[in-house]
């Protein structure tokens, strides 16, 4: 964060942070989820959050800038058979508000779930992003991530 600027905070996201959450998912251009923040979807969003909070190994957080949602993650902690049964994190739905860019809230994020992921016991902490974030992998990297796979997904 610049000098001057306000302190930012990173605490589990609220019911009342879903609108701001979900505008910025809305607001991505590179996206690819079909995100909308038209009203009639805000049930489906409303109803993955409530699933989310109700998941013992799923967490979504907020960073806030006085008050202000300025960005949103998911922490995902598993449990895996493969390397002697290690705890895995999975880190999902990094976004940063698109006006707010640029001011080290998606570091700040990162480092915290990294904390996160070490205080639930996690080896180690993974991420997909999509191929065409060219900016985002240089950004991860710089952050301490290797690029060690290669992801496949496929519409259900």
């Known amino acids: 964060?610049?000098?001057?600027?306000?302190?930012?905070?990173?605490d589990r996201a609220r019911p009342e942070d879903l609108p701001d959450i979900v505008a910025m998912f809305?607001?991505?251009?590179?996206?690819?989820?079909?995100?909308?923040?038209?009203?009639?979807?805000?049930?489906?969003?409303?109803?993955?959050?409530?699933?989310?909070?109700?998941?013992?190994?799923?967490?979504l957080f907020v960073a806030r800038i006085d008050g202000r949602v300025a960005g949103t993650y998911q922490l995902i902690v598993t449990h895996s058979l493969a390397g002697q049964g290690a705890v895995r994190a999975?880190?999902?739905?990094?976004?940063?508000?698109?006006?707010?860019?640029?001011?080290?809230?998606?570091?700040?994020?990162?480092?915290d779930?990294?904390?996160?992921?070490?205080?639930r016991g996690a080896s180690t902490l993974a991420l997909t992003s999509n191929v065409a974030r060219l900016d985002a992998h240089r950004f991860y990297e710089r952050l301490g991530f290797a690029r060690s796979h290669a992801g496949f997904k496929k519409r259900l």
């Not at 964060?1 to 990173?10: K, N």
């Not at 809305?26 to 909070?53: K, Q, S, V, W």
């Not at 999975?90 to 570091?107: K, M, N, S, Y």
Request: glycine share 12%.
């Open 1 to 10: 964060m610049g000098q001057g600027a306000s302190a930012l905070t990173i």
């Open 26 to 59: 809305a607001a991505d251009p590179l996206g690819g989820h079909d995100d909308t923040d038209d009203a009639a979807a805000l049930p489906r969003y409303r109803a993955a959050f409530e699933a989310i909070a109700a998941s013992p190994g799923t967490d």
């Open 90 to 111: 999975i880190l999902e739905g990094v976004q940063v508000a698109p006006d707010l860019r640029g001011q080290g809230i998606g570091a700040a994020m990162v480092v």
């Open 113 to 119: 779930a990294e904390r996160q992921a070490r205080a």
